[in-house]
């Protein structure tokens, strides 16, 4: 014949207050609730950050500075270039500034509202003795977080890069602008570097591009250019042009931050629940085999029917 149902005795472990079993489950029911706190003790029981990956939205502020390095007459003579986009500091270079011609665009290639890249074009006209054999840039941006904590800072897109190839006449790089933190955003409230990053008031005596780049370095929040291998183009000796362009892409970036405390009781709830739901179905295991096998003394009482769910009622044939 076919089993059409089966059903359980209902067997009940009784003991006295004070007694081994009695103690027993207790001491489990404790543990089932403190080894969780013991396991996530020696573990990250309390967070001390937390990471998020975000695509920065990122502007291009409309300031740069930009340094040739080289040679000029019969290559013994050094020759600096340096020109900005703030018609004022360029007036402190006057010796070396020259007339650049720059253009840019900013490109949002898949419509999120926020810039991919920023192509530039500069050219700087040359006469037939210079050459360039060194280039010093440096661009000016906006850059914001906005998904897991609100951030604001001006950060630079630093650039040095040289070749030995004689007479170059141009440049490409291309490569990523990446986030690199020494501490830890404060997720509890906004955050803003208004200091300029990009100090357009100094003088051409106390200028140093080493200066530039140091003060910078110097902010614990800022930016990195990663470009890739400098592309340089050489040709013939003439008064053509210095042609300087590229691509500085505005890449996803892994952020580090300091959770609120609200963010650190949910994780640290969800943490211990867990563990509390795997301690305790392990306990609840154990508890029954060693009262199961008699390992503990109990008076044991079975149902002289088999048990059926809370108010149903047993089939009458």
Known sequence: ???????????????????????????????????????????SFWPAFGTFVEQPRVAYEGQMVLLLAGTTG??????????????????????????VTLETA????????????????????????????HVYAAFSFQYGLSSQLQFQMQSLALLSTSTPSPSPTALYIDGDLALTQ?????????????????????????????????????????????????????????????????????????VTYSPSTAEVVKQVWVEYVVLFAGVAIVLRWVLGSLLRSGAVRTSLRIDRVPRVGAGAKEHVF
Not at 74 to 87: C, E, K, Q
Not at 91 to 98: I, Q, V, W, Y
Not at 199 to 214: I, Q, R
Request: proline share 6%; glycine share 4%.
């Open 1 to 43: 014949m076919p089993i059409l149902r089966e059903d359980p005795f209902l067997k009940r472990h009784y003991a006295p207050c004070f007694s081994p079993a009695t103690a027993l489950a207790a001491i489990l029911a404790v543990a089932s609730i403190g080894l969780p706190y013991v396991i996530l003790a020696f573990g």
């Open 74 to 99: 019969a290559a013994t003579t050094p020759l600096s270039i340096m020109w900005s986009t703030d018609a004022n500091y360029n007036a402190n270079f006057a010796l070396s500034s020259r007339v």
């Open 106 to 133: 900013e490109i949002d290639v898949d419509g999120d509202g926020k810039n991919d890249y920023l192509n530039f074009n500069i050219t700087v006209p040359l006469t037939s003795s210079e050459q360039v054999a």
């Open 182 to 254: 020494r501490v830890l955003l404060s997720s509890s409230n906004k955050l803003a570097y208004d200091t300029p990053a990009l100090d357009l008031t100094s003088t051409a005596a106390s200028f140093t591009w080493e200066a530039l780049v140091a003060s910078y370095a110097d902010r614990d929040v800022r930016t990195v250019f990663n470009p890739s291998t400098p592309i340089w183009t050489s040709g013939a000796v003439s008064a053509a042009p210095f042609v300087f362009t590229g691509r500085i892409r505005y890449a996803q970036t892994t």
